[in-house]
């Protein structure tokens, strides 16, 4: 049962609930708690009050923390946990696979993937829009992360950053 239950609420997901209106829309079919329901069935867990845009990617191997926002047209892949009232504009990447590259001799398509490395988002985090976050990175609690940031280090605590790559511009506890 819990099999067709999974594969059912990812195919209302697929088929349904990525497409209804954003939240925010004057329109209200009970998009925000479809989309929360069919994403709490068929991933790893998805804590009391979170948000799933419109057009957003979930993944199976994704946790989502309580009153955390998924931005829309997110993409997030693999092995992701996002803690607790993290805020994500939209338009946001998560990668965590990425190409081999090593072997000169073969091009690097025919190269195959790294392993995956999981991407862990600490509590009461901002990520602004069109942000990409590379594999195993690791962002602090309390972080804000600037709109087209492009992040391929940890990110302390507290830390304020932006760029390509993402550099520390400030902390919001100095």
């Keep these: 049962m819990n099999r067709l239950i999974m594969a059912l609420a990812w195919g209302g997901y ?39 845009e419109k057009g957003a990617i979930i993944p199976r191997k994704a946790s989502i923390g309580r009153d955390s926002g998924i931005g829309k047209n997110a993409y997030i892949q693999g092995e992701t946990h996002i803690g607790d009232y993290v805020m ?43 942000v990409t976050i590379l594999p195993g990175v690791r962002i602090g609690n309390g972080a804000i992360i600037g709109a087209g940031a492009v992040v391929s ?16 511009v400030k902390y919001r506890n100095s």
Excluded at 27 to 48: D, M, N, P, T, Y
């Design 88 to 130: 994500m504009g939209p338009e946001c990447y998560i990668w965590t696979i990425n190409h081999e590259t090593d072997d000169l001799s073969v091009p690097m398509c025919k190269q195959g993937s790294k392993p995956e490395k999981p991407v862990y988002i600490g509590d009461d985090v901002w990520i602004g829009s069109r």
């Design 14 to 52: 697929q088929l349904i609930g990525k497409h209804l209106p954003a939240s925010d829309s004057r329109i209200h079919l009970g998009q925000k708690e479809f989309r929360r329901w069919c994403v709490s069935h068929f991933a790893v867990s998805v804590g009391k009050g979170a948000n799933i």
């Design 153 to 168: 280090k940890d990110i302390p605590d507290f830390a304020v950053v932006a760029g390509n790559p993402a550099k520390v």
